[in-house]
């Protein structure tokens, strides 16, 4: 996984590439972050208002498709501009939100005879797939919400659009994942480990 030092250049490369799309300016990555940061690892972005800390935008590539830092980069852009449920985020906007980078393990799958108790919680994300519907839910949300490992099933089901119940059916697979999380403490100020 990342040190700290290695999340702050990550962090700084996702909204160096938001504040360049944003500016109508090219962006390019150096050499040396590309060749750090080459190996294939799944990402999250997510972005929070701050100082209120509300959720402004998330979406990540989970499995290892593609290099570290083009993740960063496709993952933040992503968040900033195409996550359906918020507006495009705006140039004024970029001073009031902080960064928080996912980074996950490759996903595991699950026998369904282990389950719910293979999810730990606070340890565990988990992905439900069936077909094309699929839904994912980061090991933090447990936790903020509360969850059991059954409830936090249900609502992965419910996030790939499927009944809560779906992760029990044998067309449906389970995915468990761990994440390491970075969030800046401010806008672009220190970070810190979540």
Not at 140 to 153: I, M, N
């Amino acid at each position: 996984m990342l040190s700290l030092n290695q999340a702050k250049v990550l962090i700084r490369l996702g909204r160096e590439a938001v504040k360049s799309k944003l500016l109508e300016e090219e962006f390019e990555v150096p050499e040396e972050i590309k060749e750090e940061f080459n190996g294939k690892i799944g990402v999250f972005t997510t972005l929070y208002t701050h100082p209120e800390g509300k959720l402004r935008g998330c979406v990540g590539v989970p499995e290892p498709l593609y290099p570290l830092w083009y993740g960063v980069i496709y993952s933040s852009l992503k968040a900033a501009f195409s996550d359906t449920r918020f507006s495009p985020l705006e140039l004024g906007k970029l001073n009031e939100v902080v960064w928080e980078l996912s980074v996950l393990s490759e996903p595991e799958e699950l026998d369904k005879e282990l389950l719910p108790g293979a999810i730990r919680i606070g340890k565990d994300g988990v992905i439900v797939e069936r077909g094309k519907l699929r839904g994912l839910l980061l090991p933090k949300v447990a936790t903020e919400y509360g969850l059991s490992p059954e409830t936090f099933l249900a609502f992965t089901c419910r996030k790939a659009s499927l009944p809560d119940d779906c992760w029990k059916e044998d067309d449906t697979r389970v995915f468990r994942f761990q994440s390491k999380v970075f969030r800046e403490k401010s806008p672009y100020c220190d970070v810190g480990a979540c």
